[in-house]
């Protein structure tokens, strides 16, 4: 009497009754946890081979030419530029630095301060295409203390990981670029009942990341996969860069030098003050009094401002950069056979509007969706219609009937 074989994974030697799937071929089977092993090992070894970042620059390449670069993105904002050039380049003089004397370069991270909408995300996307260094883009408002619900900071690390696909060393000499910074201020000097587990606790914690120590990262994220082993990656070169919008600075500085942002003041200012933009005069005691605390804002040396959009700036944004939004729609329509144009009068009016929301470049993306979205409706379904042209009549009348034209500026 023949006996009846239970099958198993020819690799692990499992029993079909202990997997979940079991795979048959010819000689043998394969359960899905050997499965997803082999993936692993196959996406490692050949993005590793593929892929390989190179720690240093072309000699030809300096500062001036990585801001040559973020020109051709990125509108206006020259200063800003100008310091992320420097630290990016000094970044890599600082990889290969020589370790014959007694001088070690220290990195420089930086803090950027600015409006919503004027481009700190995107200044550090656009930096991110430029380099042959793994660079990750995480957000601080998910991270909390250890042990509540959220991300714990060594998460930040992990996203470093997965970019460079686990390559430890790659990740070592990496950048990160940490956004919205200023939500995990300190709330207040009052106690409270409930805990401000997402504030100065999660500042404390990252105070280790940006001097540079030895971390122990879980690579999958520490708490969906508490089985995984740690791994040891040392921050002492990776470059941190900060950005958040800090609303409410601006009445900070302000209150500082003795100025006002609305009202009168009797007497003569005894120097020159740009209200329109306090931002400029920015400094470490203002971070402070928002609500860093003093041993993050010293690890963080390099504080430079964003200035808000005008609206020459603002129309340089619609029109200027590589991927320009008007472009954007022109490629769109393109893809139906349709030639996009606009006069300069509509574009004058969404510059107004925009300027007028103070949504920053993000409210030219709001404008620009409420204006042609009936357009980008209706023209594909013409085979007939092969130009159109954007009139400030037609921007006008649509924004009328939309919801955004109920915005008011603050």
Avoid: W
Wanted: aromatic share 8%; proline share 4%.
């Amino acid at each position: 009497m023949k006996k009846e074989m239970d099958p198993s994974c020819s690799f692990c030697g499992r029993k079909k009754k202990e997997t979940q799937i079991l795979i048959s071929g010819i000689e043998g089977h394969i359960c899905e946890n050997c499965v997803q092993q082999a993936q692993q090992i196959i996406d490692e070894e050949l993005f590793q081979k593929h892929k390989k970042f190179q720690f240093n620059l072309p000699n030809s390449v300096k500062p001036r030419d990585i801001k040559k670069f973020l020109d051709g993105y990125v509108i206006g904002q020259d200063e800003a530029k100008k310091y992320i050039s420097v630290a990016v380049y000094n970044h890599y003089k600082r990889l290969n630095q020589s370790k014959s004397d007694d001088v070690e370069i220290e990195k420089s991270n930086i803090l950027m301060v600015g409006q919503t909408g004027t481009g700190k995300t995107l200044l550090a996307k656009t930096i991110a295409k430029f380099l042959n260094v793994p660079f990750a883009i995480v957000d601080a408002t998910v991270f909390t203390e250890a042990g509540y619900v959220g991300e714990d900071v060594e998460s930040i690390l992990s996203r470093l990981l997965q970019v460079c696909n686990y390559d430890i060393t790659a990740a070592q000499h990496g950048i990160i670029y940490i956004d919205e910074i200023d939500k995990i201020a300190r709330k207040g000097d009052n106690p409270s009942i409930t805990r401000d587990v997402s504030g100065e606790g999660v500042q404390q914690a990252m105070l280790k990341l940006l001097e540079g120590s030895e971390v122990l990262v879980p690579p999958q994220g520490g708490r969906k996969h508490p089985e995984q082993k740690l791994v040891k990656v040392d921050t002492s070169n990776i470059l941190f860069i900060c950005g958040g919008a800090f609303e409410g600075i601006d009445k900070l500085i302000a209150s500082r030098m003795n100025q006002s942002k609305v009202g009168f003041k009797k007497g003569k200012d005894k120097t020159n003050v740009d209200k329109d933009n306090f931002l400029q005069y920015i400094s470490p005691l203002d971070m402070r009094t928002f609500g860093l605390i003093p041993e993050l804002i010293g690890r963080l040396p390099v504080l430079v401002h964003l200035d808000p959009l005008d609206r020459p700036a603002l129309r340089g944004i619609l029109t200027e950069p590589k991927n320009a939004l008007l472009k954007q729609y022109q490629k769109i329509f393109k893809a139906d056979g349709i030639q996009l144009s606009y006069d300069d009068d509509a574009i004058d009016y969404i510059v107004e509007k925009a300027y007028e929301y103070k949504l920053g470049a993000r409210g030219l993306r709001s404008i620009c969706e409420a204006a042609f979205t009936d357009a980008m409706y209706d023209l594909p379904s013409d085979a007939e219609v092969k130009e159109f042209v954007i009139t400030r009549d037609f921007v006008e009348e649509k924004l009328e009937d939309s919801q955004i034209s109920k915005l008011r500026a603050a």
